[in-house]
């Protein structure tokens, strides 16, 4: 099998390549479940963040059904639209149904948005929630949309810019997007790099270009350059080409 081509991305950004979607969400499996080993090995607990979209579907597959002490894995999200649980449109809930099943089921979720409430109290209680959760995170997993938007810190949505902000305080933010439906709850940039890895799992042709335009592009414009830019956290590339 070819290999899919290096991306032009700085040197500090570790590149996991593969032609084909099966075997990058095996080998975005297999790295997780390594680090969560390697996490529980040194502490009582592990803690894993996803994001949502469609990208994640077949990694979650692929995680749940690793052997780990998954009932001291503490999985929570990175962002989560203002929407009710057994909406469609749920980060929780595709966790639920795709991540938190097979071995995984035994796994303790934090989920970030509380039905009812709006957007900016959500963000408070939200943060209420993950400080229940030890910092560093062992692990977060991210995406990133066609417009260079990750977890739900949008170019265009009013919000945005506090969370992108390195001296933020919140570490939940309420973001407005006016590209994408629903309010949305995101964890800051600096929560976001309060863990001891990032990984960054995209796929085909208009995301490498976005992710190569982003290496010297401002954060407001393509979020995602934030991630790339700092020196903090390593982070990990699984790209599907
Ligand atoms: O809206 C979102 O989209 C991105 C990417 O989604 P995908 O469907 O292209 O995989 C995702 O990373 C982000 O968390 C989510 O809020």
């Known amino acids: 099998m070819s290999v899919a081509e290096a991306l032009k991305l700085p040197a500090a950004v570790h ?17 997780i479940a390594e680090q969560l080993r390697i996490a529980l090995a040194a502490r009582a607990k592990a803690s ?25 894995v503490t999985i929570s999200l990175a962002d989560e639209r203002c929407v009710p649980g057994d909406d469609d449109a749920s980060n929780a809930r595709l966790v639920r149904e795709h991540l938190l099943r097979g071995r995984a089921a035994t796994a303790r979720f934090v989920a970030l948005y509380v039905d009812g409430l709006a957007p900016e109290a959500a963000a408070r ?38 969370g992108l902000d390195p001296q933020q ?15 949305r709850l995101s964890l800051s940039l600096r929560a976001l790099l309060d863990s001891r890895l990032l990984a960054l799992a ?40």
């Open 202 to 241: 995209i796929s085909g042709e208009r995301k490498r270009q976005v992710i190569e335009a982003a290496v010297d592009a401002a954060p407001a414009r393509l979020p995602i350059a934030a991630l790339l830019q700092q020196t903090q956290v390593p982070l990990h590339l699984f790209f599907n080409a």
């Open 15 to 31: 590149q996991h390549l593969s032609d084909d979607a099966a075997p990058g969400a095996d080998a975005l499996a297999d790295f």
């Open 125 to 162: 209680e939200a943060e209420a929630r993950l400080a229940t959760i030890a910092t560093p995170f062992d692990a977060v997993v991210l995406g990133m949309g066609d417009d260079g938007h990750t977890a739900s810190l949008f170019a265009d949505a009013d919000g945005s810019a506090a």
């Open 169 to 183: 305080s919140r570490r939940v933010l309420a973001t407005y997007p006016r590209s994408a439906p629903h309010a």
């Open 48 to 72: 894993l963040l996803v994001s949502g979209g469609r990208s994640p579907l077949a990694f979650f597959a692929s995680l749940s059904q690793r052997e780990l002490d998954w009932p001291r």
